[in-house]
């Protein structure tokens, strides 16, 4: 494989993503099962309730045809193009289950945090089964080719890898754009990891799942025609840590997924401030919300969001 087949892979999955989003944008539509603004939420939030949601249905189905199509093309290691697409599934699944309760049902909590956790913590575990079969690892790289071996502990790394940041996209994904942006530059900086090791296996799921992002973007963008709902945003945080196990570059998603993490702390913080001292730290968490209430348009946070995690993608590469 070559990086013409990245290319292909790219163009198929994004035209797949195009070419269905409409047919999802209209079921929804017709069915008038669309987005709730929660209470809690922003007061000018309150225009999206009704957008159609789980948009990343698309992106789930753009990603698995094209990785399933062309991995045949992949010379070696195929099974690993699977086992991401895999752990896609699985957390899509979860995310799906999670939307399809609100919106179909109309019941807004959906699944409950330990519903939720206890099937990630399982799609985790048998990711790691399936990594651990293929690849064996106990040692977690380190930035400029230092490296530490945990032993056994390995499996819970990568158990909570998993399950941390599919939860740190899902919290990201709060305002038009913003996940489809740097969910895009994240996963173009594994494919660049991916082809520096020749782990063409790894460069071909993360490329469909770029195309798919792009395709998805154009109709989510400000303002959004549908949103991606749990079953695009657990997934594509699944995606990125089990290309970082893959890797073996797993401290690098610490920078290619700052905004992740700084939007997960923020929550954190928030929580632990009002429960101990009574107060909050910020006007809103997530931290794009906290931006919001201090009078930025989502298209800068947006944009502000993007470079950050362009610039701090670079520095993840010039550290490896």
Same mark, same amino acid.
């Given at each position: 494989?070559?990086?013409?087949?990245?290319?292909? #892979?790219?163009?198929?999955?994004?035209?797949?993503?195009?070419?269905?989003?409409?047919?999802?944008?209209?079921? $929804?539509?017709?069915?008038?099962? *669309?987005?709730? +603004?929660?209470?809690? /939420?922003?007061?000018?939030?309150?225009?999206?309730? *009704?957008?159609?949601?789980?948009?990343?249905?698309?992106? =789930?189905?753009?990603?698995?045809?094209?990785?399933?199509?062309?991995?045949?093309?992949?010379?070696?290691?195929?099974?690993?193009?699977?086992?991401?697409?895999?752990?896609?599934?699985?957390?899509?699944?979860? @995310? $799906?289950?999670?939307?399809?309760?609100?919106?179909?049902?109309?019941?807004?909590?959906?699944?409950?945090?330990?519903?939720?956790?206890?099937?990630?913590?399982?799609?985790?575990?048998?990711?790691?089964? @399936?990594?651990?079969?293929?690849?064996?690892?106990?040692?977690?790289?380190?930035?400029?080719?230092?490296?530490?071996?945990?032993?056994?502990?390995?499996?819970?790394?990568?158990?909570?890898?998993?399950?941390?940041?599919?939860? #740190?996209?899902?919290?990201?994904?709060?305002?038009? *754009?913003?996940? #489809? +942006?740097?969910?895009?530059?994240?996963? /173009? +900086?594994?494919?660049?990891?991916?082809? &520096?090791?020749?782990? &063409?296996?790894?460069?071909?799921?993360?490329?469909?799942?770029?195309?798919?992002?792009?395709?998805? $973007?154009?109709?989510?963008?400000?303002?959004?025609?549908?949103?991606?709902?749990?079953?695009?945003?657990?997934?594509? *945080?699944?995606?990125?840590?089990?290309?970082?196990?893959?890797?073996?570059?797993?401290?690098?998603?610490?920078?290619?997924? =700052?905004?992740?993490?700084?939007?997960?702390?923020?929550?954190?913080?928030?929580?632990?401030?009002?429960?101990?001292?009574?107060?909050?730290?910020?006007?809103?968490?997530?931290?794009?919300?906290?931006?919001?209430? +201090?009078?930025?348009?989502?298209?800068?946070?947006?944009?502000?969001?993007?470079?950050?995690?362009?610039?701090?993608?670079?520095?993840? =590469?010039?550290?490896?």
């Amino acid at each position: 494989m070559n990086t013409l087949y990245l290319l292909l #892979a790219l163009i198929f999955s994004g035209l797949l993503s195009v070419l269905l989003m409409p047919l999802v944008i209209r079921y $929804f539509k017709e069915k008038q099962l *669309g987005q709730t +603004t929660r209470e809690e /939420g922003p007061s000018w939030h309150g225009v999206k309730s *009704g957008t159609p949601t789980m948009g990343g249905v698309s992106i =789930l189905i753009a990603v698995s045809l094209s990785s399933i199509l062309l991995s045949f093309f992949v010379e070696e290691n195929q099974l690993l193009t699977l086992l991401l697409v895999f752990i896609f599934i699985v957390f899509a699944i979860i @995310g $799906f289950i999670d939307d399809y309760i609100k919106v179909v049902m109309k019941r807004n909590l959906g699944l409950t945090s330990r519903q939720k956790l206890l099937g990630q913590i399982a799609g985790a575990v048998l990711f790691y089964i @399936g990594i651990n079969t293929m690849i064996p690892a106990q040692t977690i790289q380190l930035p400029f080719d230092y490296s530490l071996n945990i032993g056994l502990f390995y499996s819970l790394f990568v158990v909570f890898w998993l399950v941390g940041f599919s939860n #740190a996209t899902n919290l990201t994904d709060g305002i038009d *754009g913003l996940l #489809a +942006t740097t969910g895009t530059i994240a996963y /173009g +900086t594994y494919t660049i990891i991916a082809i &520096w090791q020749s782990q &063409w296996a790894v460069a071909l799921f993360t490329s469909t799942v770029i195309g798919s992002l792009v395709g998805f $973007f154009l109709f989510n963008k400000k303002p959004a025609k549908i949103f991606m709902g749990d079953v695009g945003s657990l997934a594509l *945080g699944a995606g990125l840590a089990g290309s970082s196990i893959i890797l073996n570059q797993e401290w690098t998603l610490l920078l290619i997924g =700052l905004i992740f993490v700084i939007e997960t702390a923020s929550v954190m913080l928030q929580v632990t401030s009002f429960k101990t001292r009574g107060k909050r730290i910020f006007k809103m968490s997530p931290i794009h919300h906290h931006f919001e209430m +201090t009078g930025w348009g989502e298209w800068k946070i947006v944009i502000i969001f993007s470079l950050i995690t362009l610039i701090s993608s670079a520095a993840a =590469l010039f550290m490896i």
